[in-house]
């Protein structure tokens, strides 16, 4: 499994969250503690919104604790609101395309978890990608494919409504196709404004997913991270999060809990 981290509130340098802390996400990338997978080493990648319209995008095939360029940019770089990805590839290749974050136009998207049997049915699960999108797709992954299909909805005004009508539609496609491999989805998604973090599965065990009340903004991570004193919070299973403008608002996902199968 992936380890990610996101990040909303006062411009911070970003290194102050992905490097310095103990048990940073750059540190999860060689010693996750809650992971299956305890090494995340298959690419890195992180992604910012600054002055301009479109968010910032780096990504690396390195892994994240030997990546000098990210270091770098993670020192140099401020930002209020910002995405960190560290990948355990489950489905493609270990290509920069593969890594996340994924953008599309104002919106940026990282993924834990898996489409299970996807090999099977990758081909029923690209064809949800609407045409006008279909040219971003760079890499061969289930993420990338989930988001650009989630795209082609209501992203914009009802981005939990996109969400689950792409996994609802996903489910169906592993139910029609005999696959018994659970669908796991925890990702967090952002417009520049508000950062969504969702946490579910078909077989209530989704990835874990957690936040914290910084003194500067609202942390999401899939594991803690920095002093022990702080206080994580876990996310429940079937839950959306959005965070904005300093607040954070925990929803039920009922539309997911029906899926579950």
Not at 17 to 25: D, E, F, M, V, Y
Not at 102 to 119: D, K, P, V
Request: glycine share 10%.
């Amino acid at each position: 499994m992936c380890r990610f981290l996101a990040y909303s509130g006062r411009a911070i340098f970003l290194d102050t969250l992905l490097i310095a802390p103990n048990a940073s996400l750059v540190r999860q990338s060689l010693a996750a503690r809650e992971a299956k997978t305890v090494v995340n080493g298959d690419g890195c990648g992180v992604g910012w919104y600054g002055a301009r319209p479109e968010p910032g995008l780096y990504k690396g095939i390195l892994p994240a604790w030997s990546d000098a360029n990210l270091a770098s940019l993670c020192h140099q770089v401020e930002a209020g609101l910002f995405l960190a990805h560290v990948r355990s590839a489950t489905s493609g290749e270990v290509t920069m395309a593969n890594c996340h974050p994924f953008a599309s136009g104002r919106h940026l998207f990282m993924h834990n978890g898996q489409i299970g049997g996807y090999e099977s049915i990758r081909r029923s699960i690209e064809a949800l990608i609407p045409d006008d999108l279909y040219h971003s797709r760079r890499g061969n992954s289930d993420s990338e494919a989930m988001f650009l299909a989630a795209m082609g909805g209501s992203m914009s005004q009802d981005p939990a409504g996109a969400i689950a009508a792409m996994l609802r539609t996903c489910r169906r496609i592993q139910q029609a196709n005999g696959v018994a491999q659970p669908l796991r989805f925890t990702a967090i998604l952002s417009d520049g404004k508000a950062l969504h973090a969702f946490r579910w599965s078909s077989d209530d065990h989704p990835p874990s997913l957690y936040w914290c009340q910084l003194e500067t903004g609202i942390a999401v991570a899939s594991e803690p991270f920095g002093d022990t004193a702080q206080l994580w919070r876990p996310v429940a299973p079937g839950t959306h999060m959005v965070v904005i403008d300093g607040k954070v608002d925990c929803r039920d996902f009922e539309v997911f809990a029906s899926l579950a199968a």
